[in-house]
């Protein structure tokens, strides 16, 4: 269900797996109450570091999306589940815009660096403006 | 006591002849973590570690393992049972089997897991039998890192553990690594040339260059505060304004640490005709770090 995650992406990887497990409960492919690999079986799976793993199933309990009960495991919770197909329909429509932009950045000739470049950019530009607010 | 690192060192120096290879060395390492120790060959790494367990002598300052020191022979021996060390040759008598050096081995460690060397006899194919003369590079990288991983030391210190290594076995060595992390707590410090490697199981990375700390950070850290940012000017750029910035025709690029909304305002303001802002990866700060030691 989970694969190794790209090491020289420059994404951390405990956000990659993050996003790995997210993924996972948005597809079905975990569902409410279901348990995840211990930290060590996944360490091992991945071939990471297991402070990694436990750093990325730390954040996932923060956000609500898995419990962690002591001695028995990580395991998604109801709450995460439900908010992950909320989440999950608030992508798809988000996806669409973003498909749309893409498509049409890929017929003026851009490939995916130039792309990925500029998204960058506008991140940057949305952090400043609401820096300049604060 | 849980939070005081498990090496620590301050102003460390180690002189050959006129040579100072390390030069007033300050690193902390903390309990737990697995840093990747990245330099260019000659900065020191190999030195390093050595003087942590004891094969060379710092020429001075101070350095602490587990908070012994380890310019003092009594605190040395201790060192020695808690640290395990795989050097870069990973030399064996030749006439010896692996089943004897194993034996001999473990005869100085009261930890020793047999469970585990059984378990990596097996992952990394090494017969008892072959005698340490006929074993490949690749096949003493495999005995020395399971002497190393079996004796129940709670730091690790590994030069180069996986080169000569093809990548499956390196795969697998890794592996292995992380999963005693996983079952116990240990403390690794690991010199590589292997970016990718580092950037895979470390947590933590330590740069070196010259005998001196020119980085020492989270992974994580790292690569969420470095951005590299590029900006194309109408003309010349103004290089001067920006520290470190590469000047290439009319675009200037430079690698951001923190705050690259500060840096890319500054460019717009300076008459900036198109900024971009790019992830960077591991191997970039290693370079940037590199030339920048280089000037």
Redesign the interface.
Known sequence: MFWKPS?????????QLMEQVKHAVETGALRSGEQLPG??KM??DL??????VA?AYRELEHEGVIELRQGFGAFVTKNGAAAESRERRRMQNAQVVVKGAADHLAALGLDEQQM???F??E???L??SS?REK | MDQEPVIVTRELRKVYGKISVIDGLNLEVPR???CGLLGRNGAGKTTLLKMFVGLTRPTSGEGRIFGLRIDRSAERIEIRQSAAFVSEDKMFPGTATVAEIIQFTRAFYPRWRSDLAEEYLRTFDLSLNTHAGKLSKGARCRLALLLAMARGADLLLLDEPTAGLDPAIA?QS??AL??L???QEITVLFASHQI??V?????RVCMIEKGRVVLNDS??EL??SY?RVQFVFESKPPAAAFENAHEDGRTLSLLVKRN??EV??RGTSMGAQS?????????DIFLEHMNGAGK
């Open positions: 090491a020289g992406s420059g994404v951390p990887i405990y956000l930290i060590r360490a091992e071939v990471i570091n297991p402070n990694t750093k990925r470049r500029l960058e950019t991140m940057t530009r952090r400043e820096g | 737990g973590s697995i795969e890794l592996q992380v999963s992390a996983g079952q990718a490697e950037e895979q199981i470390a947590d992974l994580d690569k969420s951005r690259p909304d890319v305002a900024v971009d802002v790019a992830p960077v990866t591991l191997k």
